[in-house]
């Protein structure tokens, strides 16, 4: 099978005329016939219904079209790949976090003020981190240093930013909304909206709900936006980190920290023990340190 068999093929299906699909690709309709019907052959069904006027997809013709597609997709993704390799490229960090929305400002800033560079920043989760590790392909690890497992902590070096802690977040017109901290006992009666189960906050928060003996709210687990829109619209309440408050700001919601026995947690930018970092990885780094201590 070749790739002018495919292009042939797409002609005739998009256009559905032998003889108009010949005149553009400019070959005669004889032998763009001959190319289809071998094309059949390979493939050992037909593709086509035909009736006197018009040559029609069957339901096969159809599925290998889709394909026909995603092929011609692909190579022209990668004619776009290649073209842009060629240009300059500009230094380029990649992060992984576990929680990605705790790190919109550092990053936003940093991108302000080091427009050459290019900053790509990817999620994971904590079961793929005690997986994985910190893969290759990235330069640091941004998380919690309860989020890793002893294994993991041992191959990284570290430098310490801020400390986090839970915080209730809920509607401005809430009863409780005036408190200056809510205990999740206090909540027992609430709709509650849940992070995912592997999101280092749920784990945190079902720690408590055990401690105090509370049932976990059932089927209540939502994505973050979602949980904060719900929020806003005074249908339940749920639980952020502190860390995420400022990137996440709502003028109908309130930010309430949740009493917990629990120490807060710290958040550190994590690198690879021994790795000769960049000059722009040691600039990120610096940059990093720098506007958390700004803001203590």
């Known amino acids: 099978m070749e790739l002018q068999q495919l292009k042939y093929f797409k002609a005739v299906a998009d256009i559905g005329k032998i003889s108009e699909a010949a005149e553009s690709l400019f070959v005669s309709a004889p032998a763009l016939s001959t190319s289809i019907s071998r094309l ?3 493939l050992g069904f037909p593709l086509f219904d035909r009736t006197n006027n018009r040559i029609l997809l069957n339901a096969q013709g159809h599925i290998f079209l889709k394909h026909v597609n995603q092929i011609f997709a692909s190579l022209e993704s990668a004619k ?8 300059p490229q500009k230094p380029r960090i990649s992060l992984l976090s576990i929680n990605t929305a705790m790190w919109v400002n550092p990053i936003t800033a940093f991108l302000s003020e080091y427009p050459q560079y290019t900053l790509s920043s990817s999620s994971v989760s904590l079961p793929m981190l005690a997986q994985q590790g910190l893969d290759s392909e990235y330069s640091f690890l941004l998380a919690y240093d309860t989020d890793l497992p002893d294994y993991l902590a041992e191959e990284l070096d570290s430098i310490f930013l801020f400390h986090a ?3 209730v977040a809920i509607h401005k017109d809430h009863p409780l909304a005036n408190q200056a901290e809510l205990d999740i ?3 027992a009666e609430e709709k509650l909206f849940l992070p995912s189960p592997d999101h280092p906050l ?7 709900f055990t401690l105090y003996d509370l049932p976990m709210p059932p089927e209540s687990v939502y994505s973050l936006m979602i949980r904060l829109k719900m929020v806003s619209e005074n249908q339940g309440i749920t639980f952020v980190t502190s860390s995420a408050i400022q990137a996440i700001p709502s003028s ?11 120490h807060p947690w710290k958040a550190n930018l994590y690198w690879r023990k021994g790795q000769q970092l960049t000059e722009y990885e040691t600039i ?3 940059f990093f340190q720098h506007f958390y201590e700004s803001l203590h």
Request: aromatic letters at 10%; hydrophobic letters at 40%.
């Open 40 to 42: 059949e052959k390979e």
């Open 284 to 286: 990120l780094k610096e």
């Open 252 to 262: 109908n919601i309130r930010y309430i920290p949740l009493a917990t026995p629990f």
């Open 80 to 87: 776009q790949e290649l073209q842009q390799s060629l240009l």
């Open 165 to 167: 802690y839970p915080v």
């Open 185 to 187: 006992r206090m909540l």
């Open 202 to 208: 749920f784990i945190r928060l079902q720690k408590l």
